[in-house]
């Protein structure tokens, strides 16, 4: 028990290290001289915001395949590491989409023309398959998150977030809904950084193996902690943000500016997402 319990710290450690490793690559990716580095955020931001709405609107398998395969080169051109980006969208996707799909393959929610049949009893009568039209649907909710997921994550990959943030504010978004994210996203990061010093903490100070309860019992400690100290954190982040002039709005040095690229690259993206609806739909 307390093997395992030793092994809960260090994977937890490990996990949060990683977290925190992959925002910084992560930022590193927006920094680099790709294709959607280059495009102003407000011509990506509407471009995304266009194949979001065909994707949803789309009721063709093949178009929303194509819509998400269009995004691959994109992300290569972007300089966007490919494995990552897969990881990215499909470590965690399939799994909490498909808890959801899955019901759906079944004759009891989605009746139709059975593929596979698992129960067929005459009495009492009991029928259980797997249909076409379940297939079908659990097919178009997976692609369609695959396909919005994706294009959600190249999105922030390849935008500093206060430079889209700025973007928001600029395309009208409520200043509460910005400043949210923009604390949010923040406050994850301090917060993600506090827990993994507290668990090094823990792990560099314990000889041998303690027991489960002294485990729990700082776990729980520490949350309380945690919770304390975000809390307080809330407010000395707000008084230092006023004292240096922020009154809502994200300030970025660069500079915010359309050029005829930017155009360009925005019709292309509004154009591939109408036809996309209207040629498909």
């Known amino acids: 028990m307390a ?7 260090e994977k937890t450690l490990n996990d949060i290290t ?28 509407v471009g995304a915001m266009a194949l979001l709405l065909a994707i949803s609107a ?13 995004t691959l080169p994109i992300a290569f051109a972007s300089r966007v590491p490919m494995g990552f980006y897969f990881k990215r969208v499909w470590m965690f996707m399939p799994f909490f989409t498909g808890v959801v799909a899955l019901p759906a393959l079944f004759s009891p929610f989605t009746p139709g023309i059975p593929i596979i049949t698992l129960i067929d009893l005459a009495a009492p009568r009991v029928y259980l398959a797997i249909t076409l039209p379940g297939v079908i649907t659990a097919a ?20 500093r977030w206060a430079v889209l943030l700025k973007a928001l504010r600029v395309l009208r978004a409520p200043q509460a809904f910005v400043l949210i994210l923009g604390m949010t996203y923040r406050y994850i990061y301090v917060l993600l950084h506090t827990v993994n010093n507290m668990f090094l903490a823990r792990t560099s100070r314990v000889v041998g193996h303690g027991s489960g309860t002294e485990d729990r019992r700082w776990l729980t400690a520490s949350m309380g902690v945690l919770f304390a100290k975000s809390y307080r954190l809330s407010d000395e982040v707000y008084l230092a943000m006023q004292s240096r002039g922020f009154r809502g709005d994200a300030q970025v040095m660069q500079a915010l500016t359309w050029r005829t690229k930017d155009w360009a690259w925005l019709l292309v993206f509004v154009a591939v997402a109408g036809l996309a609806v209207w040629l498909f739909g």
């Open 140 to 159: 178009f909710l997976l692609l369609r998150v695959g396909a919005s997921v994706s294009i959600g994550v190249l999105l922030i990959l390849t935008t």
């Open 18 to 45: 990683g977290a925190l490793e992959q925002t910084l690559f992560a930022e590193e990716i927006a920094r680099q001289e790709g294709l959607l580095q280059s495009l102003d955020p407000r011509a990506k931001l």
């Open 58 to 70: 789309s009721q063709n398998l093949l178009v929303i395949l194509g819509l998400y395969l269009l």
């Open 3 to 9: 093997h395992r319990t030793r092994g809960f710290f």
